[in-house]
Every structure is written in structure tokens, then in C-alpha cells.
């Protein structure tokens, strides 16, 4: 079955850049049926939904509006693995950050997303502070 | 943008029905899905496209999904039951919006 091991740092300074790794094992991070997802929770924000990259004959990435300015995910196909980088940090990006996994299917001659995540990250909490 | 509005806490007695709710926006027109949370874990699928549950998941859980409100539905309630519970659906306003959550405890 499909499991997302994420890394990297628990502490990150104010104004600087937040990065996070998702590496996956039992699907591909360029699999046409698949989306990778980061979502992070905290206890201000409850679960919040950060954006996604998938592989469609080129890579497409999606963010939530209000991080679009701030945010990267890039995949990794050498190692099979996905990233978050969250630019200019402040005290209210801490939180515990997920990474997961949306499926999808062809059907009818279209593409539909599953519009579910399965499964999650083992989560990390990150800290911003000086 | 597009809300899920879910009761902070249920208590439930065990073996009886726990019922969780979310309200959203014509929210009986989209696909609600639910995840369970325990402390320090990650959430985990319980429910999908309203009523589907996932392989491994008990019978217990069920759930609905009609008008404004979509309801999980816990049977025979366990102590392992004892868990945060967040629904979720997709908007085109806002991509993947999540409710607050709904901590059920298990008296």
C-alpha cells in the first residue's frame, strides 16, 4: 500500500523559508491517476489545505489562494518524492504539516479527482521562532 | 469561500449511536468525505463520496449526506471510538475546505 514518510526541520526563523519532504513508496510521484497534497493543522487554523502537484503529460501545481504568493511544492522523480517550500514565514505558519495522497480516475472520457486524501504523512510539527 | 460548520464535541455512552454532523452550503450537491484523528496521529479515512467506507474500516461507522448536512454516524460506539472527527469536501471557491472538527467522547 501507498506510504508518505515526510522530513525535515521542526524549527524555522521568522521571515525564512519553511521546506518539507514527502517521500512515497508504493505509488509514483508521477503517476497520471494520483495528486500529492500538503495540509497543515493547527489549532488557530483547524486542518488547512496548502495545495497540491500532479504529473498530467506535464507538472501542474495548485495552491490555496491565500499562500499563493508564498508557496512551492516540486516533485522529485528521481527520488520519488514531492516538497514544500512556505517563503517568509511568520509565528502563525507553525503547525503540524501533513503530506498526502488524492487519487483519481478516467472515466467517460474524463478525468475526475477522488476529492479525498488516503493516506497521510506521519506529520510534522513545525515551530516558527527566533 | 466555502464553510463546514461541525458541533465542537459529542459524548456518547459506549454501544450506544454517536452522530456527528457538518453543515455547509448546498453541501448535499458535493461529495463529503470524514476522517478520524487520535492524539498525535494523522487523520485517517473513515469515510468517502458521502457513504463509502474504506477497506479496513469498521461497519460501524456510516455515514449520509442530504440538503445542507452531512451526518457520520457511529454504531455500537467504542471506547476506541474516542476521537477528533474533521469532514471535508471540495469547492470551487476554495479547493479542499475541512470542518472545525468534533472531539466525541466516549462516557
Known amino acids: 500500500q501507498v506510504q508518505l514518510q515526510q522530513s525535515g526541520p521542526g524549527l524555522v526563523k521568522p521571515s525564512q523559508t519553511l521546506s518539507l519532504t514527502c517521500a512515497i513508496s508504493g505509488d509514483s510521484v508521477s503517476s497520471i491517476t494520483a495528486a500529492w497534497n500538503w495540509i497543515r493543522q493547527s489549532p488557530s487554523r483547524g486542518l488547512e489545505w496548502l495545495g497540491r502537484?500532479?504529473?498530467?503529460?506535464?507538472?501542474?501545481?495548485?495552491?490555496a489562494l491565500s499562500l499563493k504568493s508564498r508557496i512551492t511544492i516540486n516533485a522529485d522523480t528521481s527520488k520519488n518524492q514531492f516538497s514544500l517550500q512556505l517563503n517568509s514565514v511568520t509565528l502563525e505558519d507553525s503547525a503540524v504539516y501533513f503530506c498526502?495522497?488524492?487519487?483519481?480516475?478516467f472515466g467517460s472520457g474524463s478525468f475526475y479527482w477522488d476529492n479525498w486524501f488516503d493516506p497521510w504523512g506521519q506529520g510534522t510539527l513545525v515551530i516558527v521562532s527566533s | 469561500s466555502y464553510e463546514l460548520t461541525q458541533p465542537p464535541s459529542v459524548s456518547v455512552s459506549p454501544g450506544r449511536t454517536a452522530r456527528i454532523t457538518c453543515s455547509g452550503d448546498k453541501l448535499g450537491d458535493k461529495y463529503a468525505s470524514w476522517y478520524q484523528q487520535k492524539p498525535g496521529q494523522s487523520p485517517v479515512l473513515v469515510i468517502y463520496?458521502?457513504?463509502k467506507r474504506p477497506s479496513g474500516i469498521s461497519a460501524r461507522f456510516s455515514g449520509s449526506n442530504s440538503g445542507t448536512t452531512a451526518t457520520l454516524t457511529i454504531s455500537g460506539t467504542q471506547a476506541l471510538d474516542e476521537a477528533d472527527y474533521y469532514c471535508?469536501?471540495?469547492?470551487?471557491?476554495?479547493?479542499?475546505?475541512f470542518g472545525g472538527g468534533t472531539k466525541v467522547t466516549v462516557l
Open positions: 463520496q458521502d457513504t
Open positions: 502537484t500532479y504529473y498530467r503529460s506535464k507538472w501542474y501545481n495548485e495552491y
Open positions: 471535508q469536501a471540495w469547492d470551487s471557491s476554495a479547493f479542499y475546505v
Open positions: 498526502a495522497r488524492e487519487g483519481g480516475y
